[in-house]
């Protein structure tokens, strides 16, 4: 990360990723116009972040990238007045991004 308004930059170390989430995975609706508070606990529900900062280490996600992670993986963190998470790159489930190919390997 770079230094903003005379703040401190911020270098992740290792297989660290520094991920902001979605605005979009607050409140959100059902299929049937029910509203979901963002309190509400899904079981095993998967969400998606922004990779804001990566360490050496990581192979596979880019500054940028959307990544795909349980919320019981995560470490919360505020820097520079704004909430993100930390997590390591082994408990990325999927990368999101321009840059890859067209074979994403997933059958749906």
């Known amino acids: 990360m770079s230094e903003t308004a005379g703040k401190l930059p911020i270098k992740m170390l290792h297989d660290r990723i520094l991920v ?61 007045g704004e909430d993100l998470i930390i997590l390591r790159e082994r408990d990325v489930h999927a990368v999101a991004a321009e840059r890859i190919e067209e074979s994403t390997g997933l059958y749906l």
């Open 20 to 80: 902001a989430l979605r605005k979009e995975d607050g409140e959100r609706r059902s299929t049937g116009g029910i509203l979901i508070p963002a309190t509400a606990q899904v079981a095993k529900r998967l969400i998606w972040g922004e990779a804001r900062g990566v360490g050496s280490s990581v192979r596979q996600v880019k500054v940028g990238d959307q990544v795909l992670f349980s919320p019981e993986d995560q470490h919360e963190v505020e820097v520079h």
